[in-house]
């Protein structure tokens, strides 16, 4: 029954009911069975709480054999907080909502699977994590087509990712340590979805997270639900190492590193402040991964490692990228636009929680809206304004 699965995540039956955009009172006749869960939501149910099929899980009682894995991983995790339970039923909530989207606008493709087939298949599980995680971008790169022209694929990441079926969602949320996760959503296909911590955290950063995310999407979610990954977390698993890895040698490969050598004339045992944000801009990470990849391809010395680290790079790279700037300094430089509206619109209110829509997100609902492909009922559930 419903209630085994919603005592199961530890969720506040208040919370789900408006999670779903219904009263409470009805959301309890869910529970209790009094009242079936409408069909058209079953999908949604399923996926937001982990049930697969939809209606095995949720109608015939099936659903304590899916449910409990993903919440179990959740409530286990070591920073875990109270917060977390909610704030990953709302990420849920909005993967399954993307995927929707994706499906309306003829990008549900689904050939991610052949993608992660070739990169698994070109990687020996018994070669060294670091050998797995450069075999793996290796052939990331080439099939996505980010090894041309050597240059940073900052700006390249969420389109081709989506372009092959993934669900990117980045927004922010301010009382977790969550910074990332990967999970899959079913609906009539398999959709790998991840997820990127935006509160108080850089583009830069944002570009290895999903990385990480994807590698766990490729190589770790065949026994396990849900991969979480937490801010300042150090971990000495072999998957979250590889995972770091793999998003370092997707953004950060050796020949990219060469590349701006030459390009830019690069003097490595003499980096300026200045001169590391310029290689910021154009490899599209933030320090540190950068500094490390220089570190791996034997460009620098741990000592030069260490002096280069404890630059003050921020105010120097806001003066050369634009996704350096946080959103209100991005709208100060462009007074016209209407900074509050594009803002304050993309909240929404679900239990006692704000959540801030993706621009890209609420901008594709009302380009199906205005293209007469969707019902104005149809583009309020998709940017939840029904809850």
Not at 74 to 87: K, N, Y
């Amino acid at each position: 029954m419903l209630r085994d699965i919603v005592n199961l995540t530890q969720l506040d039956p208040k919370f789900c009911a408006s999670l779903f955009g219904v009263a409470p009172d009805q959301f309890d006749e869910w529970m209790s069975g009094a009242r079936p869960i409408p069909r058209f939501l079953l999908p949604e149910v399923a996926s937001v709480f982990g049930a697969t099929p939809a209606e095995a899980a949720i109608q015939n009682g099936a659903g304590t054999d899916f449910a409990p894995a993903i919440w179990y991983k959740v409530r286990t995790q070591e920073h875990f907080s109270a917060a977390d339970l909610e704030i990953v039923g709302l990420i849920r909530k909005l993967s399954f909502g993307f995927s929707g989207l994706q499906k309306l606008t003829g990008k549900d493709s689904g050939a991610y699977e052949a993608v992660f087939e070739k990169v698994r298949t070109a990687v020996s599980q018994s070669a060294s994590i670091r050998s797995q995680a450069r075999t793996a971008a290796d052939v990331m790169r080439a099939s996505l087509g980010w090894e041309h022209g050597k240059v940073g694929i900052g700006e390249f990441i969420r389109p081709n990712l989506r372009s092959i079926g993934l669900v990117i969602v980045e927004s922010p949320f301010a009382d977790t340590q969550i910074e990332g996760c990967s999970f899959r959503v079913k609906t009539e296909r398999d959709v790998p979805c991840i997820f990127a911590n935006s509160y108080q955290s850089t583009w830069f950063r944002r570009n290895a997270v999903i990385l990480h995310e994807v590698c766990h999407n490729i190589f770790d979610l065949e026994g396990d639900p849900v991969s979480i990954d937490y801010k300042h977390e150090s971990s000495d698993e072999l998957r979250e190492k590889r995972a770091n890895l793999f998003a370092q040698e997707c953004l950060v490969p050796a020949t990219v590193l060469t590349h701006l050598t030459n390009s830019l004339g690069v003097k490595w045992d003499a980096l300026s402040a200045e001169d590391l944000a310029r290689l910021m801009t154009h490899v599209h990470v933030e320090q540190k991964l950068l500094l490390s990849a220089a570190l791996d391809a034997d460009l620098i010395t741990a000592d030069e490692y260490d002096v280069y680290l404890a630059y003050e790079c921020g105010d120097l790279l806001k003066q050369v990228s634009e996704h350096a700037l946080s959103t209100p300094e991005f709208f100060s430089k462009y007074p016209n636009k209407d900074q509050r509206s594009l803002i304050e619109n993309r909240f929404v209110k679900i239990g006692n929680r704000k959540l801030l829509l993706p621009a890209g997100y609420v901008k594709g609902i009302l380009d199906l809206l205005v293209a007469g492909r969707i019902t104005v009922t149809r583009a309020a559930e998709l940017a939840m304004m029904n809850s």
